[in-house]
């Protein structure tokens, strides 16, 4: 994907709904360096512990093996049986070691990153087989670090080893001469001592190898102004559309709100901008609001309250202070309970009046 970016235009930093899609994608920040490190420090540990043990635990059964060479048989079943009995002492042997090797490899990988299970590297592209894109990634500029990092580590690696080995050279030349047994273990100590030196040179290499490969993977996820927008519009949606939605969502509101206003009690106005409809029967705690509005809102309410004789009480400070504080299907706050009550109060002795009129 990004290869085929204009890498003059990917000046934003990325996301992190980008970062999490190149996770998903399996492209992740990954230096080989680290596992080799790994895996050269794994390995030290088993030849500095396990080195006896192993050598122990193999002599046994070879010698054996040797010794009665003359007695083996070699028809089909005993030789099967010879295969399998020394599988067994080379898995006894060597089986915790190579476990340890391989929990160096996934360690190698899991400081780096998270597990990533991902097909994407396997899916064919065009890319891969372009000539291009192989010129590119054979001559570029990941191609140049890699070999200016082979010659690095070739320089580091042989001027650590000169160091380590030219003091024990009149040592190395001498030891052809002693007994087998003395130079095993001659020899096991100086590669103990020449591995942890290589250990701590790859240290630093594999440290300035991930902050240079972490840094160019977040070059190639680093976004265009235009991405950034195309993925607000996926991630949040369109802003035409959501107007639209609001838009929607506004108009039935106002429909269901208009369709209130006759189960109303009372209506309280300001006759030029505001209208409130208050509902209110025996026994609940404070009048609710049903609707409200300003302006030709305000003269709708205003319309359907007469036609449906709803009474409209004309309160200029009360009618902007109620559509200020109360939302629709909610209590009127308890600092306008007086002034809600005399209105009320007034409506319920006219409702009165005109019923005894009548009578």
């Known amino acids: 994907m990004s290869e085929d970016k204009d890498p003059e235009s990917q ?22 360096e680290i596992n080799t490190w790994f895996m050269m420090a ?30 083996i048989k070699t028809d089909g079943k005993a030789l099967l049986a010879l295969m399998q009995q ?20 996934i360690a190698g990988n899991m400081l780096q990153h998270r597990l990533v299970w991902s097909t994407e590297s396997l899916t064919p592209k065009f890319s891969k087989i372009s000539p291009g894109a192989g010129f590119k990634r054979i001559f570029g500029k990941q191609a140049a670090a890699n070999f ?41 100590s100086m590669t103990i001592h020449l591995l942890g030196a290589v250990v701590a040179a790859l240290a630093i290499v594999a440290i300035a190898d991930y902050f240079f490969q972490y840094r160019s993977w977040f070059q190639r996820q680093k976004m265009s102004l235009q991405e950034i927008k195309e993925e607000f519009k996926q991630s949040e949606g369109d802003p035409h559309i959501k107007g639209k939605l609001r838009q929607l969502r506004q108009q039935r509101a106002k429909k269901r709100m208009m369709a209130a206003v006759p189960k109303a009690s009372v209506i309280i106005t300001n006759p030029t901008h505001y209208s409130v409809a208050l509902s209110y029967e025996r026994g609940m705690t404070a009048p609710i609001c049903v609707a409200k509005g300003v302006d030709n809102l305000a003269f709708k309410i205003r319309e359907i309250a007469r036609e449906h004789d709803i009474p409209i009480v004309e309160n200029v400070p009360l009618a902007r ?9 909610q209590e009127i706050p308890t600092e306008h309970y007086h002034a809600v009550a005399e209105v009320i109060g007034y409506v319920m002795r006219l409702k009165r009046g005109f019923s005894a009129g009548r009578e």
Do not use: C
């Open 11 to 32: 000046t934003e930093d990325p996301t992190q709904k980008r970062l999490d899609d190149a996770l998903e994608r399996g492209d992740v920040a990954k230096s080989q």
């Open 42 to 71: 794994g390995g030290t540990l088993v030849v500095s512990t396990f080195s006896g043990s192993v050598g122990s635990g193999l002599l046994a059964p070879m010698r054996g093996l040797l010794a009665n060479s003359w007695m």
């Open 86 to 105: 020394i599988e067994f002492a080379l898995l006894a042997a060597i089986g915790v070691p190579l476990l340890m090797l391989m929990l160096a490899a």
């Open 148 to 188: 200016l990092k082979g010659i690095g580590k070739l320089v580091l690696l042989g001027v650590v080893m000169t160091m380590i080995l030219w003091p024990e050279r009149h040592r190395m030349e001498a030891m052809v001469r002693l007994d087998p047994a003395a130079m095993l273990g001659a020899s096991t």
């Open 321 to 329: 202070a109620l559509y200020a504080t109360v939302e629709i299907d």
